[in-house]
Nanobody, 123 residues
């Protein structure tokens, strides 16, 4: 059974940085993908990015491209989301997700995620 525990959220001023962590258990890195989602108040959960463990490639949405980077430390079983140049519109609850099937499906099919960590960016 896959379990995910996020941490690292907090309050930061616009232009600042945060690094979110997601400790992963019960997941095999040989297939599927990992990723980050976010949900702002009153909005649908949205895709932030995907990390492919076999290739170490990460893909992010256009809103965060060049500012956010996803990485994985397999020794620590931890997925990271490095967020730089934060904007007020990045304010949301952030969730990491693990998808144990290949090929990696679209994010609205991801069914396993953690409890989330809140990020608040003030102007």
């Amino acid at each position: 059974q896959v379990q995910l525990v996020e941490s690292g959220g907090g309050s930061v001023q616009a232009g600042g940085s945060l690094r979110l962590s997601c400790v992963i258990s019960g997941y095999s890195y040989n297939s599927g993908c990992l990723g980050w989602l976010r949900q702002a108040p009153g909005k649908e959960r949205d895709w932030v990015g995907t990390f492919y463990a076999r290739s170490s490639m990460n893909v992010t949405n256009d809103d965060v491209k060049g500012r956010f980077t996803i990485s994985l430390d397999k020794d620590k079983n931890t997925l990271y989301l490095q967020m730089n140049s934060l904007k007020p519109e990045d304010t949301a609850m952030y969730y990491c997700a693990a998808v144990p099937v290949s090929p990696c499906p679209a994010y609205w099919h991801w069914t396993t995620w953690g409890q989330g960590t809140q990020v608040t960016v003030s102007s």
